[in-house]
């Protein structure tokens, strides 16, 4: 009876997901894999599953003049930076590392899908081989207000009897709205910052379009939205050649490869927004009929508060407090620092001869009263970085890479 107990007991161990793996698969060994550490790795079996969500976080790679290289494998990172032979970099939240001994290589060819949107984007970097980086940003959408708030400040002061500059009604502003330029300036920064990690040979965008109001010209001479995308694939071009899809064609793809795409735009899942991503990028390179890596990055924008003459509220007695800087007790802020005793935080505000220090994951002020010798100085970014626990997601079919 108690051999019958313990060969069931056997049977029932040998059915759980952990069965028969190593643990050298299942614990990260250094910090080439600190973006896949945060929830005990990237990989739930480390053999890269046809369903997604499985495969490796590829370390990008760059040649000793910065040329970006083909990706690698973790165990690859961790076996050329323990001969020697190439240096641990971080560069605003991703790893890779720098070979040493190699200018140039040969590399694969790897495009980059773009999925545009009001509050959310998609972008993926993937090769016909492998899913190197999903990026779920969110869109620049206060700058508008901003600009208002400023002018109406600007004409308050000019009614006042308080220094102010004269109007210039006849000042050039260039051929895009500030609102406009901000969200896709933000686009071509991710773009060449993926370029300057990836050997991108190729751009694939969502050729996105506005609403007409009954002229047949209206879009591509007025709208803010046709005048800021062809600045954008101008600015693209730059980088890499672009290839434009149009919505109905995005559809296509995704519905050909039996993908699905949820209603809820505004969730942190790869059927969001990266779906359509993926499926521009696997257009360009083949090589999957499923999605081999569905784990997200992603990617917030930070708000800097440029300096402004007071606060938009007088204090008490009526004086103005002064507000807004790039700079915090010499940190740039937005930098990424370690704290003694709130760890890997970045910069904010500042008051007196005190710093506010906020968190990585959402953002929140964790204090107002860091001293600044307390913190040391680990990078400069102007965008938070979060790798998200690993959901599973229901709208992948079963299906083999080519």
């Not at 051999?3 to 299942?26: D, E, H, I, N, Y």
């Not at 760059?62 to 990172?77: E, I, Q, Y």
């Not at 490869?257 to 993926?278: I, Q, R």
């Amino acid at each position: 009876m108690v051999k019958v107990l313990k060969k069931a007991v056997r049977r029932q161990l040998s059915r759980l997901p952990v069965a028969g793996q190593s643990t050298k698969r299942m614990l990260p060994k250094s910090a080439s894999s600190a973006l896949a550490s945060l929830d005990g790795g990237n990989c739930s079996s480390g053999n890269g599953g046809s369903r997604g969500g499985n495969a490796s976080i590829y370390v990008p790679v760059v040649s000793s003049v910065g040329t970006p290289l083909m990706p690698c494998h973790p165990a690859r990172a961790r076996e050329l930076v323990r001969k020697g032979r190439a240096i641990r970099r971080f560069n605003k939240g991703i790893f890779y590392i720098r070979l040493l001994d190699r200018i140039v290589g040969e590399v694969q060819s790897v495009a980059c899908g773009i999925d545009p949107g009001s509050k959310k984007e998609g972008l993926t970097v993937k090769s016909a081989a492998h899913t190197f980086l999903n990026i779920n940003a969110d869109a620049v959408t206060w700058v508008k207000n901003a600009i208002e708030t400023r002018r109406n400040m600007r004409r308050t002061r000019r009614n006042r009897n308080t220094p102010c500059r004269q109007p210039r009604f006849n000042r050039a502003r260039g051929c895009l709205p500030p609102s406009t330029k901000a969200r896709w300036d933000w686009k071509r920064r991710l773009a060449a910052w993926l370029a300057k990690l990836y050997p991108i040979s190729q751009f694939v965008v969502e050729d996105i379009k506005a609403k007409t109001k009954g002229q047949r010209r209206w879009d591509s001479n007025f709208s803010p939205l046709e005048v800021g995308k062809k600045w954008f694939y101008d600015e693209l071009a730059k980088i890499a050649p672009v290839e434009l899809k149009q919505g109905w064609e995005t559809k296509q793809l995704r519905d050909g490869l039996g993908l699905k795409k949820t209603s809820n735009k505004m969730s942190e899942t790869f059927d969001a927004h990266c779906v359509d991503s993926w499926a521009l990028a696997n257009w360009w390179t083949g090589g999957h009929l499923a999605p081999d890596n569905t784990r997200l990055m992603c990617m917030t924008p930070l708000r800097f508060h440029r300096r402004q003459l007071h606060v938009l509220q007088p204090a008490q007695n009526g004086a103005r407090k002064l507000y807004g800087s790039t700079r915090s007790l010499g940190f740039k802020r937005g930098a990424t620092v370690k704290h003694s005793k709130y760890g890997v935080v970045f910069i904010g505000g500042t008051a007196s001869d005190r710093i506010s220090l906020h968190s990585l994951t959402d953002g929140r002020r964790l204090t107002h009263n860091a001293k600044p010798s307390d913190c040391k100085l680990l990078a400069h970014s102007s965008w938070r970085t979060v790798l998200p626990p690993r959901t599973p997601s229901r709208s992948f079919r079963t299906g083999e890479g080519l």
